[in-house]
């Protein structure tokens, strides 16, 4: 029972590490730009693409 | 012209604007300037067409292109140092506030920046603060370059003084985040641990267990009491030692009283304690907090009126022209002043042909010619020519800065108003403190072992967490309402004030009439396309507005011009010339003195007469026009309120504004920014709350003093700094609903704060008889807390719909 509570708290203290820590490195700061981020489409320049492919 | 209809609706490929009757064409697509054209060729020379698929005509106009000399100033040293975030030896970074970023094709251009621009390193968009940072190498690329290739795309970067002594709010933020995560980590566990108690199971377990649970409750507590809220004990001590009881005090008293009767109870073994409902309170408070905070961040605009002054100014050395930023600038100092610059300090002409738009001053709309010697103020804005001016003042010694540092603006609390719930704040803490003194008396003559358990209960229970999340979430949700109709407040807390205004102060210039609405039309025998093209030539000659606006209507900057011979402008009669060997003439009746003569009996019509080859062959008529539903906008603000006009304008128009003006209401012309200044100073100290209505250029000062300064803008890009309330020019007609919503909005409040009030008294009446069980404190604060939450959100949602506002 001891041992059960005990994991569950580390658990969780992990979970708050976890998120104090995506603060930290500033992933709640700007919620709305990755969200279209991800939609671009990825063009590389017509001789990076051709190096890339050769 | 028998294809003109199908190419008027052409639009450039490129910005979206109509591209005239004469678009330039080029790879296939239309364009309505050269400076559009530019950057689609840069765009597709760099394989960056994806820019027009993401959304359609994405791009700014660059009708008006800036000029380059403007940002040579970015080679000073000095004001390098203070622009850039981070310099090593190899890379430099910057971020740039950008106000016409607008969609999301702007961000993946900006994002792509570094395909342009071999010398870019990385660089990342922040579109809701419409931010972009940027690492570049800055021996292969300059501060000034960059930032001239950002304009050159249309996204010039807003570099004002105020942006270079930005505090740092990020800390801020991220440390309520860290608050909202503690507590929200402790508040689910505590709430965990709980459970056995909740459900009466450890009468069945063992004894030893609710102690070490009671143990482990209170340690998890204790950040949350150390840690997350501390800022309501730092924010009701501060307001303690004002004199003055604020939401916090009954806020931070609760939960002090809690964690002291919890922690009692649990060493000495009596109980569980209230950890599970302090936790729960922090956690929702928090939220709340976090909510206001992004809404304030989406709406966050710059007040600073540091944003009207340019950063530098050319400045003449040697015969040399050099940059300076602006409070360097000495008495003396020849300057050199552009095409749309705004005159830093007051200074004598020396040369060039001066046009000054003063309406940032003195409230006249059209532009005054000054003469070589004479004095222009500053503040003013030369229209055409660049110019020699010499420094004749300091900057901070100027009448400008003399209206902008007038102590009404450095006054924090301007207003007379107070919010409903700092008022009923007041009241609440004091009615409960009493209820809790008599609670506890009464128990202490009964029976004093339950005194100190009824005293503490009533200031557990009676925590007003759902008023003080009411307020923020009712006004916090209303305004997000207002901006998506393009009324943009400067703070929730001015819906409060909107509700409560009773007088109503229009400005006339730009606020009931349009400056850019104005229409024109042709009256007379029909030109032809050589005729309308020498017409243009002429007019374009000259800058009074009249002719402005004519060669606007008859040709685009894309014409070539025919020149014009032998030009005269008479002022306030006309222009004539000669073109292609044949007399034109443009101007008053008086001035053509042709047979299509009308009388001028409507003051809002502006006539000019065209005369070829001496020959009067017809007239243009310009008309000044009133904002679209200004009469029914007038009355429904009138139903209740009282409304006044003040114009910088001569009186002319007088009996026109009266068929939309009540018989109540003042009308006041001739008046200065000081005057319309000390007209909203006697209508508050008669006991009115007054808002002001303007255009935020010469009414500044004005819209300031008054409680709610709401700017009219065309451009949301350019605002009052003194302004409360940026309102599009767009949604006018809608005013008389933003009022009454505000109105609607301030019931929800109340109606809320009843809410909250009737589970207070159901749980007061429990605490008073001293048996609130834990259990029951735990489930009516959060309950309280939601349906406060749901109904706030859910009636101001239902009520912006009401009032047409969504």
Redesign the interface.
Known sequence: ??LL?GC??TL??G??AA??WS??SGQ???D??PG??I???D?P??DESKKDNQ | MPNKKVIAGIKCYHCGDHAGNFPINFDNKHFCCTGCRGVYEILAD??LC?YYT?DSNPGLSLKNPVSRVKFNYLDDEQIQKQLIDYRDEKISKVTFHIPSMHC?SC??LL?SLY?LEKGILFN??????KQLSVSFDHHKLSLRKLVEMLSSLGYEPALNLSNLDEAKR?DN??RL??QI??AG?CF??IM??SFPEYFGLDRFSQQS?SR?FGF?NMALALPVFLYSARDYFIAAFKSLRKGVINIDFPLALGILVMFVRSSYEVISHTGIGFFDTLAGLVFFLLIGKWVQNRTFETLSFERDYKSYFPVAVSVLKDNLETTLPVTKLKIGDRIIIHNNEIIPADSILLGGEALIDFSFVTGESLPVSKVFGEIIYAGGRQVGGTLELEVSKSVSQSYLTQLWNSEHFAKENKSSIKTFQSVVSKYFTIVLLCIAFTAALYWFIKDPSLSSNAFTAVLIIACPCALALSSPFALGNSLRMLSRSKFYLKSPGYIEHMAKIDSVVFDKTGTITQAAGSTIYYEGAELSTQQKLEFYSLCSNSVHPLSKKIANFLGSDSLKKISVHDFKEITGRGIEGIVNGISLRAGSHVFIDGMYLKPEADLLLSYVYLSYNNKTIGNFCIKHAYRDGLKPVLHKMGINRKLSLLSGDRDAERSNLKQFFPETGEMLFNQSPADKMLFIDTQKLNGFKVAMIGDGLNDAGALKVADLGICVTENTAHFSPASDVIMDAAVFEKLPDFFNYAKDTVKVIRISFVISLLYNVIGLSFAVKGVLSPVMAAILMPLSSISVILFTTAATYLYAIKNKII
């Open positions: 029972m001891y509570i569950s708290l969780a203290l979970f708050l998120f104090i603060v930290k709640m700061d700007d709305y730009t279209v981020r939609l671009f489409e063009n320049t017509t | 760099n394989n994806d993401l999301s961000i993946w994002e395909k990342r968009v922040d579109f809701l603060k990020k933020g991220r985040l860290y995560g503690v980590f689910g566990n965990l641990i267990f070490i482990l």
